[in-house]
């Protein structure tokens, strides 16, 4: 048997585990006859599916909302007879009810959950000893003491000769030491399929299954010319996995688009049964505030923390930079997500081999488009008689060929830049939801300093009704165009206007340009409904 190496269990600042020497006292798990282990695929293919986490928010790894369909191709040698294929290094949110082989017959599906984790060790070596190692963090002095364990993970408290103690939260730097790895664990997460009598040979085997803590979002990336007339826009797919496992060279695809699934809270995929990291949730020292420090003091003290995410990575290998690699991104087209329809769902294909990577992120182009028309809108809300609202500013465009975009637009974020004194400028962020081929997009760019409005009393009134005077200011050097809408709900109606407007979803809009350094006025009259 092979020389056992300790385990190490990091508490320092940022505890994370650690193997001296990644060597077990078995293999995975002890020789069963007939037993044949597939260790990696030869070809996977990952298609990404989307969750609500997908809307305009930033992913967070360990609660990822949707799911993968994953696809691998195997070839195994078996023995005449019936035999069990361990598939391992299949994803650790694997869902095995899921699981589909083809090209071979089988009997029984089984999910190895006893993985090598820290979540498992600790459940393994509830009750046995271990050894607790600190360190002085003035004097810098090691000490190492005998302890036992005597609770779960999720609670973790350990038996000294000086009484019990919990390990968490505790800001110590202090050490598990494991002595072996137990060898029911396993290394990689395992799905076991037991097969009937057969005669033995070569098979190429296609095990599909889905995954859970997977999900992809869009994000756009827009330029604006100097006149807010026509935007560039580089759509990105930023693909995430929280998953344990890494998928090398797969192909990938990421699916937009709504698919109902059915829960069943009783089954658990490997993720949720204990390859997870864990946290636990301690209160800020120095603090009794509820939240104050609270995300410092998680990444601080936490008893196993994840390793660090990997950054994003816009993958673009045939991308060309200009002399500023902030300046521009040219994306060739030969490096663009293709397109395709699948049923009522869009399926965006990446056309070159990538790395879906555990615990990451990546971004892949899947629209390029330039010169796509448009126009920036002042938009004003007035609501009763005369209450009036915050002036926005909004990017509104069309979705058509004709206005150079006519494409689906998956939801996601959008960052519009801007040039100003030679450099781009961030002036405005705003979520989508999927976008249809001629739909309008409207996209909020943010206040508005150089446009102000108020309303004034006219010189009329009637029984029911008064008069008010409008008027919108542009200190800009430019014109300006400006949509205000008149909501007056159940008290009141807005009639007589004194320029012209027209309806949208039944609301009055009064639409002009106000000139650069000038003013527009509008009279109305505010009727009280009865």
């Known amino acids: 048997m092979p020389h056992i190496s300790r385990l190490f269990l990091m508490i320092a600042g940022l505890l994370t585990p650690a193997i001296a020497s990644a060597q077990q006292d078995v293999s995975v798990q002890a020789a069963v006859p007939n037993t044949v282990t597939s260790d990696t695929p030869d070809s996977v293919e990952v298609s990404i599916y989307r969750g609500s986490s997908a809307y305009g928010r930033e992913f967070e790894l360990d609660y ?269 087209g030969s490096r663009i997500a293709d397109q395709e329809a699948l049923g009522d769902l869009k399926l965006y294909r990446i056309p070159f081999p990538t790395t879906v990577a555990s615990n990451s992120q990546k971004q892949v182009a899947f629209l390029n488009k330039r010169g796509v028309k448009g126009e920036i809108i002042y938009e004003l809300y007035v609501e009763g008689e005369d209450d009036l609202d915050d002036i926005t500013r909004i990017f509104r465009m069309q979705n058509e060929k004709e206005e150079g975009l006519g494409e689906p637009l998956p939801s996601g974020s959008f960052a519009f830049f801007q040039r100003a004194l030679g450099y781009r400028q961030l002036v405005g962020e705003d979520n989508i939801r999927d976008k249809a081929i001629g739909e309008e997009l409207e996209l909020e760019l943010g206040g508005a300093d150089n446009v102000t409005a108020d309303i004034d009393y006219g010189d009329k009134e009637g029984k029911d009704w008064e008069e008010f005077v409008l008027t919108v200011r542009n200190a800009n050097p430019h014109p300006v165009t400006i949509e205000s809408e008149f909501a007056g709900y159940d008290d009141y109606e807005h009639k007589r206007f004194s320029q012209r407007t027209f309806k949208r979803d039944g609301l009055p809009i009064w639409r002009t340009i106000v000139p650069a350094n000038g003013e527009m006025k509008l009279k109305y009259r505010a009727y009280e409904k009865n």
């Open 64 to 332: 990822l909302e949707g799911f993968a369909l994953i696809s691998e191709t195997r070839t195994v040698t078996l023995p005449p007879g019936p035999a069990t294929v361990r598939f391992e290094g299949v994803a650790s949110g694997i869902e095995p009810a899921s699981a589909l082989v083809k090209d071979v017959g089988i009997e029984e599906k089984n999910q190895d959950a006893n993985l090598l984790s820290q979540r498992g060790l600790l459940d393994h070596f509830t009750g046995q000893h271990v050894t607790i190692k600190r360190t002085n963090a003035a004097t810098g002095e090691v000490t190492e003491e005998r302890a036992t364990i005597r609770s779960g993970s999720d609670q973790l408290l350990i038996q000294t000769s000086a009484g019990y103690e919990a390990v968490a939260c505790t800001g110590l730097n202090q050490t598990l030491v494991f002595d072996r790895a137990p060898k029911n664990l396993s290394a990689k997460p395992t799905l076991s399929v037991a097969m009937p009598d057969q005669p033995g040979g070569r098979y190429t085997i296609t095990l599909t299954y889905l995954a859970a803590n997977f999900d992809w979002q869009a994000n756009y990336v827009a330029e604006l010319n100097d006149d807010g007339t026509s935007v560039d826009i580089l759509g990105w797919l930023t693909m995430a996995s929280g998953d344990a496992t890494s998928f090398i060279d797969a192909s990938a695809n990421a699916v937009a688009g709504e698919v109902y699934r059915e829960e069943d809270d009783d089954e658990d995929s490997l993720y949720e049964q204990g390859s997870q990291p864990i946290r636990y949730r301690c209160w800020p020292q120095g603090t009794t505030g509820q939240f104050s420090g609270y995300r410092y003091q998680k990444r601080r003290y936490a008893l196993f923390a994840p390793p660090p995410p990997q950054p994003v990575m816009a993958f673009a290998p045939r991308a060309r930079f200009s002399e500023s690699a902030a300046d521009s991104i040219i994306v060739t």
